[in-house]
């Protein structure tokens, strides 16, 4: 039987998709994890340790009350407004109480700037309404004190199961044509390796803003190309290239004050070996 590590009690609000469920999997084994579940999934429903929890109508504090999490992780998805007010009560909660907090943010929080890479520090600026609803619930999590929020920052996440990857593969059924940005210079990363980072930041307690992406760059042609490849498809794909822009647009977010161990950290060719397996 596996030891638990702690006495962490964790919380991972949206563990019925496929990052939280991912890192539900990889955490229930060392600590005490629970999660919630949209109404639409019925799998978890005699499963103990989740919650039914449908955040645009559903009130947090009944589900917090009752875990009395040490760390509760943000891994939803929907409506973009409700899920602000909620992080605002979670807010509220973490300042009061002993309690982490760990966000997935993503690289759309600077996806304004286009000329390079971004690192930790940089200043967010998002044209995208995706982007502006990232940068609002980090700036909110920055006036906590600083031990109590860890910010991670995911560029897009492949992964055998990944909805990206599973969209690739339909349209490859359907023999429709998939849709490739020729432009776009992007770092990546796959559910495996973004659980075992999350896991490696609780266990040794980290804090602060996390880029925990591929250490190398890629084109989202090729790349797109490559999952192909891995699947021996390529030959018979069908793809839109679609230019947004005339130059090369960066959308990568690359560590430079929290980076993780060697073991923890990962390259494009990581995820593409994987998919072969």
Same mark, same amino acid.
């Given at each position: 039987?596996?030891?638990?590590?702690?006495?962490?009690?964790?919380?991972?609000? !949206?563990?019925?998709?496929?990052? !939280? !469920?991912?890192?539900?999997?990889?955490?229930?084994?060392?600590?005490?994890?629970?999660?919630?579940?949209?109404?639409?999934?019925?799998?978890?429903?005699?499963?103990? #340790?989740?919650?039914?929890?449908?955040?645009?109508?559903?009130?947090?504090?009944?589900?917090?009350?009752? =875990? $009395?999490?040490?760390?509760?992780?943000?891994?939803?998805?929907?409506?973009?407004?409700?899920?602000?007010?909620?992080?605002?009560?979670?807010?509220?909660?973490?300042?009061?109480? *002993?309690?982490?907090?760990?966000?997935? /943010?993503?690289?759309?929080?600077?996806?304004?700037?286009?000329?390079?890479? *971004?690192?930790?520090?940089?200043?967010?600026? *998002?044209?995208?309404?995706?982007?502006?609803?990232?940068?609002?619930?980090?700036? +909110?999590?920055?006036?906590?004190?600083?031990?109590?929020?860890?910010?991670?920052?995911?560029? +897009? =996440?492949? !992964? /055998?199961?990944?909805?990206?990857?599973? @969209?690739?593969?339909?349209?490859?059924?359907?023999?429709?044509?998939?849709?490739?940005?020729?432009?776009?210079? +992007?770092?990546?990363?796959?559910?495996? $390796?973004?659980?075992?980072?999350?896991?490696?930041?609780?266990?040794?307690?980290?804090?602060?803003?996390? #880029?925990?992406?591929?250490?190398?760059?890629?084109?989202?042609?090729?790349?797109?190309? @490559?999952?192909?490849?891995?699947?021996?498809?390529?030959?018979?794909?069908?793809?839109?290239?679609?230019?947004?822009?005339?130059?090369?647009?960066?959308?990568?977010?690359?560590? $430079?004050?929290?980076?993780?161990?060697? #073991?923890?950290?990962? $390259? /494009?060719?990581?995820?593409?070996?994987?998919?072969?397996?």
């Amino acid at each position: 039987m596996l030891k638990r590590e702690n006495k962490h009690r964790i919380l991972i609000l !949206g563990a019925s998709g496929f990052l !939280g !469920g991912a890192i539900y999997k990889e955490l229930c084994p060392y600590f005490r994890t629970f999660g919630t579940y949209n109404v639409s999934n019925r799998t978890y429903e005699k499963n103990k #340790h989740f919650f039914q929890y449908n955040f645009e109508e559903d009130d947090i504090y009944e589900i917090l009350d009752i =875990v $009395k999490p040490t760390i509760i992780i943000s891994a939803l998805r929907g409506d973009f407004s409700k899920q602000v007010m909620l992080h605002q009560h979670l807010a509220e909660y973490v300042l009061h109480n *002993s309690v982490k907090l760990l966000f997935l /943010s993503s690289a759309n929080v600077f996806d304004a700037y286009s000329k390079f890479p *971004s690192y930790e520090l940089d200043k967010t600026y *998002s044209n995208s309404i995706f982007g502006h609803f990232k940068i609002k619930i980090e700036n +909110m999590l920055l006036r906590l004190p600083k031990e109590k929020v860890a910010i991670i920052r995911l560029p +897009m =996440v492949f !992964g /055998s199961q990944s909805p990206r990857i599973q @969209e690739i593969l339909h349209f490859f059924k359907a023999n429709e044509p998939i849709e490739v940005f020729p432009n776009l210079v +992007m770092n990546v990363t796959n559910d495996s $390796k973004v659980t075992q980072q999350i896991h490696y930041i609780i266990n040794r307690n980290k804090s602060g803003v996390f #880029h925990l992406g591929s250490e190398d760059l890629v084109h989202h042609d090729d790349f797109v190309k @490559e999952i192909l490849s891995s699947y021996d498809l390529e030959q018979k794909a069908i793809f839109k290239q679609v230019y947004t822009t005339n130059e090369e647009r960066y959308l990568a977010v690359l560590p $430079k004050f929290n980076k993780l161990p060697k #073991h923890l950290r990962l $390259k /494009s060719d990581d995820i593409l070996s994987e998919l072969k397996l």
